[in-house]
């Protein structure tokens, strides 16, 4: 396993907001393996909760070393499973991981899942808010794609929400829910990712709807570290796009 970093880029300005750390999985027989396969797998057996607790740790280094060597001052979004979420010790854990690496909260954000609502919902409320009061930002991947609803917003401490690739897809010429989805969320304050921004027409509608942040092929594909550590140093090259990779 190890991790890759996909750069994230304020819409209007192209400027870099940040990575999301995601989980990579290369056999030196079967190749490159699809989170698809193995994630699911992985939640099954619960080895996702050792499995997620290494992901915090080597995202949490890496943000660290960042912090002090380029002198970053964006964000790193960390997935963070339901099931590992809602183990009864992630906070007390999550808190110590936060202590050991010396972080800057403000440059922490996890990602959940609409999963986490299945558990008890009164629980996975308060262990938000726990976290939102460390200073960590709380981001709701895949919205639209399952059981969403106006109430679960409202209800939510979020300070981001993340459209789905599937409704940036078509967006060009099926624009209507995602223009609707965009200024509702605007309104109520949360910022704004889209997922999946292949072409330059795309962003040219998700500029126009004022999303604040696009993550996507068009601007960035998950890198390895090491092409990260060259972009934060000034190297603008390191970036792999659809056009360049």
């Known amino acids: 396993f190890q991790l890759y970093y996909q750069p994230q880029f304020y819409t209007?300005?192209?400027?870099?907001?940040?990575?999301?750390?995601?989980?990579?999985?290369?056999?030196?027989?079967?190749?490159?393996i699809s989170p698809e396969q193995f994630v699911p797998?992985?939640?099954?057996?619960?080895?996702?909760?050792?499995?997620?607790?290494?992901?915090?740790?080597?995202?949490?280094?890496t943000l660290s070393e960042w912090e002090q060597r380029f002198n970053f001052n964006g964000i790193m979004s960390v997935n963070v499973s339901p099931i590992q979420f809602c183990q009864?010790?992630?906070?007390?854990?999550?808190?110590?991981?936060?202590?050991?690496?010396?972080?800057?909260?403000?440059?922490?954000?996890?990602?959940?899942?609409?999963?986490?609502?299945?558990?008890?919902?009164?629980?996975?409320?308060?262990?938000?808010?726990?976290?939102?009061?460390?200073?960590?930002?709380?981001?709701?991947?895949?919205?639209?794609?399952?059981?969403?609803?106006?109430?679960?917003?409202?209800?939510?401490?979020l300070t981001t929400l993340k459209i789905?690739?599937?409704?940036?897809?078509?967006?060009?010429?099926?624009?209507?829910?995602?223009?609707?989805?965009?200024?509702?969320?605007?309104?109520?304050?949360?910022?704004t990712i889209a997922e999946g921004v292949e072409r330059e027409e795309q962003l040219e509608v998700l500029k126009k709807f004022n999303c604040k942040t696009i993550q996507g092929f068009l601007r960035g594909k998950p890198m390895p570290k090491n092409l990260c550590d060259r972009l934060l140093a000034g190297d603008l090259s390191a970036i792999l796009t659809i056009n360049n990779s």
Do not use: C
């Open 12 to 32: 209007q300005s192209e400027k870099l907001r940040g990575f999301e750390a995601l989980l990579r999985w290369y056999d030196e027989d079967l190749g490159w």
């Open 41 to 61: 797998l992985a939640e099954e057996t619960h080895l996702v909760i050792p499995l997620g607790n290494w992901v915090l740790d080597t995202a949490l280094r």
């Open 88 to 157: 009864e010790d992630f906070i007390p854990k999550f808190k110590k991981k936060i202590e050991f690496y010396k972080i800057n909260t403000v440059h922490l954000e996890i990602e959940i899942t609409e999963g986490v609502l299945i558990e008890n919902f009164e629980n996975v409320i308060n262990k938000l808010n726990e976290v939102k009061n460390l200073g960590v930002g709380i981001s709701l991947d895949d919205f639209g794609t399952g059981y969403s609803s106006l109430r679960y917003l409202q209800m939510l401490p």
């Open 164 to 191: 789905d690739k599937s409704f940036v897809k078509n967006i060009v010429n099926e624009s209507d829910i995602t223009e609707g989805i965009l200024s509702l969320v605007s309104k109520m304050g949360l910022d």
